[in-house]
C-alpha cells in the first residue's frame, strides 16, 4: 500500500458509520452475531445455544453494537463524515487485529483448545478472520470519534455511560469465558460441507475426559433394556 493510498484507505465497512446509529448497530450486529449465526445455521447445521457459545460473543459483541451505535450518536447528525477514522489509523485498527486473530487460532491449535477440523469451521475462521478486525474498526472509531466530539450537556454523559457501560460488560464477559470455556466451535469437513460431531456429542465426550471415572461408572444406552 502507498503512503497517498494509505491517507484515505477506510475499509468497506467504513461508509456504515455515516448514516446514524441505526446503521452502526445493524453492521457491528451483523458482524457479530449476526453472520455467524447464519454460518452456524446454513454450513454448520446448528442454532447458536448459550450452553455451546462463549458469553462474550452470544451476549458481549451484542452489547459492543450498542456501544458502537452510541459513540455514532455522539458524533451528531446522520452523514457526518467525520465518524469513519481513515488513512493509517484505520490500517492499524484492522491490520493489528487481524494479526492477533491469526496468532491466537495458531496459539490455540498449538494447545490444543480447538482441533485443526474445528479451527477450519466456518464461525471460528469468521471469528479469527473478520470479527476481530471489522468489529475492531466499527467500534473503535465510534468510540474515538464519539469520546472527542465535544459535545456538551446531560446527554453526552449518557452516552458516554452506556459506551463504557457495554465495554465494561463485554470485558467482564471475557473474564468470565476464561473461567467457564465453552465448545465454541464444532469439527468441521469442507469436503462434505457438514459438521463432523454435533455440539451435544462434543459435550458428552469434554464430559467423559474431565471426569472419566463418572462416565465408565455410569449405565450404557442399553442398561434399562430388558434381557
Known sequence: MTMAAAGDWRP????????????????A????????????????????????????FLYGDPALAVSCAAGVWLVGSPGAASVPVAGWPAVAMTVLPLVFGLWQGW???????????????????????VVYPLLTYLVGSALLRGATSGVEGPLRWAALAVMAGCCLF???????????PSTGHPPYDW?????????????????????????????????????
Open 170 to 180: 463485554w470485558i467482564a464477559a471475557n473474564v468470565h469465558d476464561r473461567r467457564h
Open 107 to 129: 496459539w490455540e491449535l498449538r494447545t490444543g483448545l480447538y482441533t485443526r477440523a474445528q479451527m477450519l469451521s466456518p464461525t471460528k475462521i469468521w471469528h479469527q478472520a
Open 191 to 227: 469436503r462434505r460441507l457438514r459438521p463432523l460431531a454435533s455440539m451435544d456429542a462434543m459435550d458428552r465426550a469434554s464430559a467423559r475426559e474431565t471426569c472419566p471415572d463418572t462416565a465408565r461408572n455410569s449405565p450404557g444406552p442399553g442398561a434399562n433394556q430388558p434381557l
Open 12 to 27: 468497506f465497512v467504513a461508509p456504515t458509520l455515516e448514516h446514524g446509529p441505526l446503521w452502526a448497530f445493524l453492521a
Open 29 to 56: 450486529f451483523a458482524v457479530s452475531p449476526g453472520v455467524p449465526a447464519l454460518l452456524a445455521l446454513v454450513l454448520e447445521r446448528r442454532l447458536l445455544r448459550p450452553r455451546h457459545e462463549f458469553t462474550a
